[in-house]
């Protein structure tokens, strides 16, 4: 929507605020005088790597203003609007409800299709926020995103193995759920031996004939009514179901 361009002196000033996070790409900062956070990247990128600067949605961050280094075509960094809200990278919350995390996963995937000419490179947990007070979902860090022709369905299948891996967080958080779910099983076994970028990558031939969406409400559903099934059971852990197999 803009550009901004800055010195080193500007990039220093702006390094010694507050800092929200880091990444491979780059750190971010909190601008309270705009409201805005600002990223700063650990190398610049030449004009033309970074999109979507002249969109606008209230549940993206997508990019502001181009920060360009002096009288280069280097860019810095970029603004961002603040979103509110928590990431999921330490799993869903325990007081949400399975209809209310069901809305806003369905409110999500209505989001990401309406950009399905997009490719949403990077669509982790560190980037997906819930805002609790207007219980719905939003997506931050789109600067490794891109145009591409029916993006949605990759978009769509990355957001549910993100949501899947973050249901598994939940049995590990919770520490006292046991499933018979067959399928449950077999997700948390491949995830508990090779990470969600190995499922994805090699084992996806596994549930191709199952879409994926309603493979997560399944599992959500599964997870909730077993959750409050075993409330306060002192039960074995899917993690040591798994152990004992493999022992046997």
Not at 61 to 72: G, H, K, M, S, V
Not at 151 to 158: F, L, M, S
Not at 159 to 174: G, P, Q, S, T, Y
């Amino acid at each position: 929507m803009g550009v901004i361009r800055v010195n080193y002196r500007e990039i220093e000033e702006i390094r010694f605020g507050y800092c929200l996070g880091s990444g491979k790409e780059g750190r971010c900062y909190f601008y309270e005088e705009d409201n805005c956070i600002v990223k700063l990247y650990h190398c610049m990128l030449r004009h033309g790597q970074l999109y979507f600067d002249d969109l606008y949605d209230s549940k993206i961050a997508f990019p502001r203003d181009i920060l360009f280094y002096e009288n280069t075509d280097l860019i810095a960094g970029y603004t961002m609007p603040y979103l509110r809200g928590k990431s999921l990278n330490n799993g869903f919350f325990s007081d949400m409800s399975f209809d209310e995390l069901k809305l806003a996963y369905l409110e999500l995937k209505k989001l990401i299709e309406k950009y399905k000419n997009i490719y949403m490179d990077d669509l982790c947990l560190d980037n997906i926020f819930y805002d609790k007070a207007k219980k719905s979902f939003s997506l931050i860090d789109t600067s490794r995103w891109y145009p591409k022709k029916d993006g949605y369905k990759e978009n769509i299948n990355d957001i549910n193995w993100e949501f899947i891996a973050c249901l598994i967080l939940n049995l590990d958080i919770k520490n006292n759920i046991i499933f018979e779910d067959r399928t449950v099983i077999e997700l948390y076994s491949m995830y508990y031996h090779y990470g969600l970028q190995s499922i994805r990558k090699y084992h996806n031939f596994t549930f191709d004939r199952i879409d994926i969406s309603e493979l997560f409400l399944q599992f959500l559903k599964v997870v909730v009514e077993k959750t409050s099934e075993n409330e306060g059971k002192n039960i074995k852990t899917i993690k040591e179901l798994i152990r004992k197999k493999e022992n046997l």
